[in-house]
């Protein structure tokens, strides 16, 4: 099954309002708002320990918040929702760290992230139709892993790790896309491929990308959120960003 | 007819070259069905060739240890859960059995009593327990003996997956479990015939079981039971769902991000297995003539994880193939050093996990991907303990 793609609507493709996480009193969310448009490309900055990956923790149901809503699109309450419930909503998500299954070959890594319903007992029978070969093959080829198809993901490098799991969020089509540092461990041409992909996606889907290389940000961001202990620090285009006083003092300008 | 011919020899190499190992497993599981019924029956008792009565309890034995091998393989070996409770699962299946064969007695029991077995009579109760009905039925007692494990591994599961608990909790949740059922079924007041357990069978579905003749037929039951548990594991492991499952293993929330209700898919290969370790318990006790408390010992749970250990983990038939070879050893061993025993198998282990991350069927292959030393650990914790308590009951 390969679902159509929705046409983006005008409105949010996210909405989080007021969100606190607290881990033993200390607070890495602190009344978060933050809102993505429909079709967006997101980047989101901030020192480390700022709050980016506890952002998407919350937003993909892994970390419950103490406080505040999220919610996707206009009508789904991301609280009210398991892990897996938000995936199938149309969330997909890409670790800091690269996560893929490493003793699958790169073949069946794809085939498992295939959208759809996703039961044991459907997938005791489940067969690959010829469509979802073909979709496969293409992300293969998009990804650059065509060669790789057979081998286990865990003999790949660091950098195609990377792109077996970006490859892994495509097969699942979802609307809204969380890239968390994507780049980490690239080497400048895998950087600058990455970019590309990233922007060839922006047209279909929203995607919200943290990243710590300016260079990388200032590649593909439109508009940038710089976070700061668990708070939207500054918010605008990458030029006002920059020489905003606040942000070169907490980050830019160490 | 040439090219018919051709295309069943290609047929039958791209099988055998899908999955050698298990080919291997399935010929000599046809062989064993071929050679006991022959070697038994048609070669004369004298001789040389003959198998003796006991030569066939073993043969039985063997391979229903290979069979709860092969369960606990899949959830370990595959999906990374050790489980030390397998022992408890297997014992479920083997008291199902018992009960049909106790019942099977009838009025041939010491004390003659047409419905009651004779524990119960021993300890003056008037009339069965409610539980006991219905195991006169052989297809009850079959029935029960694949959803007693069912429901327990369901129940059990159920709880433990959903609330996230893996690894080394895990696998002492298991053990606990095995345990605390040990000491119910020892109480006589359980209706289970206390420490004694069940003995003294006289025949299952009208064949006299002291009978060789219905020893091979059980034997050949077994064999083939094991090679259909065989092929249903290898259906499981190369479908999509068993692909998943060992995707949990690498990485859990990755699995849960694509969308997968992973606690779902751990809990059916889980109740799956329990049933297997069943039915191997069931098919176990009418080839030894009885079933007592001791079938759920914690060491027994955590020998069957050196029989997979020691055949190859993560293999299907490494794992029967690891049960038959240790059993085979367990079987001189006891005989001639059987206080050495449980520290050979502790040595044997450790050097296995040291030395063959892969087992013995990875001594010739490849050595692709090892198995993490850290899953080793709650093996030797409880071995250790057993043997710590086990020292300590002798000191006494
Ligand atoms: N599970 C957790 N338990 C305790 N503290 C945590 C946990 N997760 C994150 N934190 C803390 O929350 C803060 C924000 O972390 P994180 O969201 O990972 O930052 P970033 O991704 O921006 O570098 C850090 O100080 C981190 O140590
Ligand atoms: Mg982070």
Redesign the interface.
């Known amino acids: 099954m390969i679902r159509p793609p929705d046409l983006p609507s005008p409105g949010k493709i996210l909405t989080l309002d007021d969100v606190t996480v607290s881990f033993d009193g200390f607070k890495a969310l602190d009344g978060l708002t933050l809102s993505v448009d429909r079709g967006e490309l997101r980047c989101i900055i901030g020192p480390n320990g700022a709050g980016k990956t506890t952002m998407m923790d919350v937003v ?1 149901g ?1 970390t419950r918040p103490d406080h505040g809503s999220a919610w996707f699109a206009e009508d789904v309450d991301l609280l009210a929702l ?4 938000i ?2 909503a149309g969330i ?2 890409k ?1 800091q760290k690269p ?6 070959t790169v073949f ?2 794809l ?3 295939i ?1 759809g319903d ?4 459907k ?4 067969r690959l139709t010829r469509a979802e070969r073909r979709h496969i093959d293409d992300i293969l080829d998009v990804t650059g892993l065509t060669t790789e198809r057979a081998a ?1 993901a ?1 003999t790949l490098s660091h950098g195609q790790k990377q792109w077996l ?1 970006i490859g ?1 969020l495509l097969m ?1 089509e979802p609307e809204l896309l969380l890239v968390d540092e994507p780049v980490a461990g690239m080497t400048p041409d895998e950087t600058h491929r990455t970019a590309e992909l990233l922007l060839s996606l922006a047209a279909e889907h929203s995607l919200i990308v943290v990243e710590h290389d300016m260079d990388f940000v200032r590649s593909i961001a439109r508009r940038v959120t710089v976070l700061h202990e668990g708070r939207v620090l500054a918010d605008g285009d990458m030029g006002r960003v920059q020489n905003d006083p606040l942000v070169v003092e907490v980050y830019l300008g160490a | 007819m040439l090219t018919r011919v051709v295309r069943v020899g290609r047929r039958l190499w791209t099988a055998w070259d899908a999955d050698r190992g298990g080919t291997v497993l399935l010929v000599l599981l046809a062989g064993v069905a071929i050679a006991v019924p022959a070697l038994n029956q048609l070669a004369p008792a004298s001789s040389a060739l003959h198998l003796s009565t006991y030569s066939l309890s073993l043969i039985g034995k063997y391979l229903c240890y290979a069979m709860l091998a092969l369960a606990l393989d899949l959830v370990w070996g595959y999906g990374g859960i050790l489980s030390l409770g397998h022992a408890a699962f297997f014992a479920l299946g083997g008291y199902a059995m018992g009960m049909y064969l106790m019942r099977q007695i009838g009025s041939r029991g010491v004390y003659g009593d047409p419905i009651l077995p004779d524990f119960m009579v021993f300890l003056n109760w008037q009339k069965l327990p409610w539980f006991w009905v219905g195991f006169n039925h052989f297809w009850f007692a079959l029935l029960v003996i694949a959803a007693l494990p069912a429901l327990l591994a369901l129940l059990f599961g159920w709880f433990a997956f959903r609330s996230r608990v893996t690894g080394v909790y895990f696998s002492i949740m298991t053990q606990a479990l095995s345990y605390a059922l040990m000491l119910a079924f020892f109480r006589n007041d359980m209706g289970f015939g206390g420490n004694n357990g069940f003995t003294d069978f006289k025949d299952i579905l009208g064949f006299d079981l002291h009978e060789d003749g219905t020893r091979v037929m059980l034997v050949v039951v077994t064999a083939a039971a094991l090679a259909a548990s065989y092929l249903a594991c290898r259906a ?1 492991v190369g ?3 068993g ?2 499952f ?2 949990i ?3 859990e ?10 606690e ?2 751990k809990l ?1 290969v889980f109740v799956f297995s329990a049933v297997l370790a069943g039915i191997a318990g069931a098919l176990y006790v009418p080839q030894v003539g009885i079933i007592n408390p001791g079938e759920f010992a914690p060491i027994n749970s955590i020998e069957a994880v050196i029989w997979v250990a020691v055949g190859g983990r993560g293999t299907l038939f490494g794992a029967a193939a690891g049960a038959v070879l240790v059993n085979y050893a367990k079987t001189y061993f006891t005989g001639a050093l059987p206080e050495l025993w449980l520290y050979a198998l502790g040595a044997l282990f450790v050097l296995v996990t040291l030395f063959l991350p892969r087992g013995l069927v990875g001594l010739g292959a490849s050595r ?2 090892a198995v993490q030393a850290g899953a080793a650990a709650p093996v030797i914790w409880a071995l250790g303990s057993h043997v710590g308590v086990s020292l300590g009951s002798k000191l006494k």
Not at chain 1, 118 to 121: C, L, P, V
Not at chain 1, 123 to 126: I, P, S
Not at chain 2, 253 to 262: E, I, P, T
């Open positions: 993909t892994k398991s892990e897996p419930e995936a199938q997909g998500r670790f996560t893929v299954f490493e003793s699958l069946e890594n085939e498992l992230a959208w996703k039961s044991f007992w997938d005791l029978v489940a286990l865990g799991e892994m699942q | 499981i479908s999509r769902a692909r998943l060992r995707a293993r690498d990485a929330s990755r699995a849960r991000f694509l969308g997968y209700r992973v779902s898919y059916w692709r991907r």
